[in-house]
T-cell receptor, first 118, second 111 residues
Framework: DTGVSQDPRHKITKRGQNVTFRCDPI?????LYWYRQTLGQGPEFLTY????????KSRLLSDRFSAERPKGSFSTLEIQRTEQGDSAMYLC????????????????FGSGTRLTVV | DQQVKQNSPSLSVQEGRISILNCDYT??????FLWYKKYPAEGPTFLIS?????DKNEDGRFTVFLNKSAKHLSLHIVPSQPGDSAVYFC??????????FGTGTSLTVIP
């Protein structure tokens, strides 16, 4: 297993176009997360899935954004009618269900897709 | 509203000495805390975690301390190595799913 894969690594698009990113999580992980990171900031939560169910969405996820995980494996994040403010690094992460160890756990992040809207 | 704050944007430390990275949070409901390391052009890499039932967790050269009353978290790296030079993010969560990240501290370890 090569970890969490994201495609493409970079995307330049014109304002108003639609873009779609793909994330392939670690195969045994049933939870998948999308975060966005802008320059000088930490990652900001967008949404997460447990298997194919989208369980939580941030208010950052406007109606132009849609995420899917149709078979509980890979996920896609689509942005419609892109705006310059959408320019950011989009990070995907995966994890297994939290182990009840009292010590917490961590996600595994992919390398991200850098979106530039011109 | 920044619920997790890392007030030091950068830190420089001599190789072999201790690096101490600090993090403050505002939400007393947070019960899981993580530290991540990030190199340029890569995603964040999980380093170490701690839950609110503990005040210390150690993994090799990395130790995380949690002071719940002060809502303060710190990461100690001993001894620091040049390969530790990276941006370090702390993150906190109430549910274990949505994590709130700080803005990061850029650590430079000088050989």
């Amino acid at each position: 297993d090569t970890g969490v894969s994201q495609d493409p690594r970079h995307k330049i698009t014109k304002r108003g176009q639609n873009v779609t990113f793909r994330c392939d999580p670690i195969s045994e992980h049933n939870r998948l997360y999308w975060y966005r990171q802008t320059l000088g900031q930490g990652p900001e939560f967008l949404t997460y899935f447990q298997n194919e169910a989208q369980l939580e969405k941030s208010r950052l996820l406007s109606d132009r954004f849609s995420a899917e995980r149709p078979k509980g494996s890979f996920s896609t994040l689509e942005i419609q009618r892109t705006e310059q403010g959408d320019s950011a690094m989009y990070l995907c992460a995966s994890s297994s269900i939290r182990r009840v160890t009292g010590e917490g756990y961590g996600y595994t992040f992919g390398s991200g897709t850098r979106l530039t809207v011109v | 509203d920044q619920q997790v704050k890392q007030n030091s944007p950068s830190l420089s430390v001599q190789e072999g000495r201790i690096s101490i990275l600090n993090c403050d949070y505002t939400n007393s409901m947070f019960d899981y805390f993580l530290w991540y390391k990030k190199y340029p052009a890569e995603g964040p890499t999980f380093l170490i975690s701690i839950s609110s039932i503990k005040d210390k967790n150690e993994d090799g050269r990395f130790t995380v301390f949690l002071n719940k009353s002060a809502k303060h978290l710190s990461l100690h790296i001993v001894p620091s190595q040049p390969g530790d030079s990276a941006v370090y993010f702390c993150a906190a969560s109430r549910t274990g799913n949505q994590f709130y990240f700080g803005t990061g501290t850029s650590l430079t370890v000088i050989p």
